[in-house]
């Protein structure tokens, strides 16, 4: 669906104090209807990584190609990122409203996204009236809303407590299923990356690039089954691998 | 009981603070035209009552239309100043210039220019001068306070620059303009007083011309009475932004969900 070929992407000047390399030569490719996870230490990249994709950034060097026409892309960041002057619903709606959808048309898609997430009957609260985990859940659906093809996450539950961040790990596989939707996670969770995808891209430090590409077995049925803890076991050792390198 | 004690106690402090002053002006005899007492001011009230409206009435007048003339140029300047960093860059120190110039060395000025018979639009502007800066400060900084992670989302739906403006800028600027808002208000009535001061009698009808006046005739209970209603009214344009604050920001702002700003 989408192939990364070469990207560098430098932050700040050059010539004033050399800024910031934060990607050298990234590659990677994801296939349609993958979950991928792109897994590395804080500040290499990851994040730039994703922006990229969306388009938030301009390479400096290489480039990225869609399959066929850049896809329907939906993002979720580390921060639930809502509106906090307007209610679950209208956050949930944001996407439709920019693509000049009818009002009454989106609230229904709006109240569908919310309902998936397991927000029904919660359309009218506003952000302050909601807990970490229903918030992050908003934002979900708010990037399920425009129904994208790619979605792409930055470390969503990263700030959320281990019940709440393993009940949304485990819908997001089932709406990934649902949907037939390619993702891309960022974390710098072994744990959640090991149990979540079908492929771990591990990155090096700044500036980052793939360090290596493990594809995990199948039976992680599980956080707990013997094949999720020897695909933990296998990322670990790569993800030192490449902190050492 | 908490509401009870917040109006209860400063009227309690009223009643003493009048009581003492009617007390103390009987006591030492201080003649009517330095000190009047509370009823004596009562009195020039009443009596002075359909004048003093009027007076009122002209300098409302002149305040309301400052500080609306205020937000829309205000806000229009933040709104530009927000779409190009060059602008900002090139106005902004113009912007505080005009704020650090006493009004009161500039008005003159503005009531030559403008001409004394057109003297409640030379009013007007002068007070608008006074109250713009706050307002101008206020959504300049909510319109660059917006969540950069939400201006990206909607960046990546395909939003225009104006969309962005309508639909994160401008709601997330509300809680600053609004502040800036009360500052303003006040200031507005505080540029109205300054400008009829400096326009002098003959010319502007309002509460300052009435307090000029009374002091030049020794009617010092005139002079209060008119000195009361003007701070009423700033109290009033206080409370009538504060609620339009709490009406607009009661869902979802801090600051009103505290009960305090």
């Known amino acids: 669906m989408i192939a990364l070929k070469g990207i560098a992407k430098r932050f700040g000047s050059i010539q004033k104090d050399g800024g910031t390399e934060a990607l050298r030569d990234l590659s990677f490719s994801i296939a349609e209807d993958e979950f991928v996870s792109l897994l590395g230490p804080s500040g290499c990249g990851k994040s730039t990584a994703l922006r990229l994709i969306a388009g938030l950034l301009e390479p400096d060097a290489g480039h990225i190609r869609f399959a066929q026409d850049r896809p329907e892309i939906g993002f979720v960041f580390q921060e639930p990122t809502l509106m906090p002057w307007t209610d679950a619903l209208a956050n949930t709606r944001l996407p439709l409203d920019l693509k000049g959808v009818a009002r009454s048309d989106g609230n229904v898609r709006a109240a569908a996204a919310l309902a998936r997430v397991g927000l029904a009957g919660f359309e009218q609260a506003y952000p302050r009236e909601l807990s970490g985990g229903m918030k992050m859940r908003v934002s979900l659906a708010r990037a399920l809303a425009a129904q994208p093809k790619l979605l792409l996450l930055d470390e969503p539950f990263a700030a959320l407590d281990e019940i709440t961040r393993n009940s949304l790990g485990d819908d997001l596989l089932r709406l990934w299923k649902e949907d037939g939707l390619t993702v891309l996670f960022v974390t710098h969770s072994v744990s959640e990356s090991s149990f979540l995808s079908q492929r771990v891209l591990v990155m090096t430090p700044r500036p980052g690039r793939i360090a290596e590409d493990i594809a995990l077995p199948f039976g992680r049925d599980s956080r707990l089954s013997p094949a999720t803890i020897e695909a933990q076991r296998a990322i670990s050792t790569a993800l030192n691998t490449a902190m050492a390198a | ?261």
């Open chain 2, 1 to 261: 009981m908490k509401r009870a004690l917040d109006t209860l106690l400063p009227l309690i402090v009223a009643i003493l603070f009048l009581g003492t002053w009617e007390w103390a002006v009987a006591h030492w005899q201080v003649p009517v035209y330095v000190l009047p007492g509370p009823p004596a001011i009562a009195k020039a009230f009443a009596d002075n009552f359909s004048s003093l409206m009027a007076a009122l009435l002209s300098t409302l007048t002149v305040t309301v239309e400052a500080f609306l003339a205020a937000c829309v140029l205000g806000i229009a300047t933040a709104i530009a100043f927000s779409q190009s960093r060059l602008l900002e860059r090139t106005f902004y120190p113009y912007a505080v210039i005009l704020q650090v110039t006493p009004v009161v060395a500039i008005a003159p000025l503005i009531l030559i220019w403008v001409g004394f018979e057109r003297i409640n639009l030379a009013l007007v502007i002068i007070a608008t001068i006074v109250a713009f800066f706050p307002i101008l400060a206020g959504a300049t900084l909510g319109l660059k306070s917006a969540d950069f992670n939400l201006v990206d989302l909607t960046r990546l739906y395909g939003a225009s620059r104006a969309q962005i403006l309508w639909r994160v800028r401008l709601p997330t600027s509300l809680p600053y303009l609004l502040s800036g808002m009360k500052t303003a208000g006040g200031l507005a009535l505080i540029g109205a007083v300054v400008a009829e001061f400096v326009a002098g009698s003959g010319t502007a009808t309002g509460l300052a011309w009435r307090i000029v006046e009374s002091g030049n005739r020794l009617e010092i209970a005139t002079l209060f009475a008119a000195l009361g209603l003007l701070a009423l009214t700033g109290v009033l344009i206080f409370a009538a932004l504060s609620l339009l604050e709490w009406l607009l920001l009661r869902r979802w702002h801090e600051s009103a969900l505290s009960g305090k700003s």
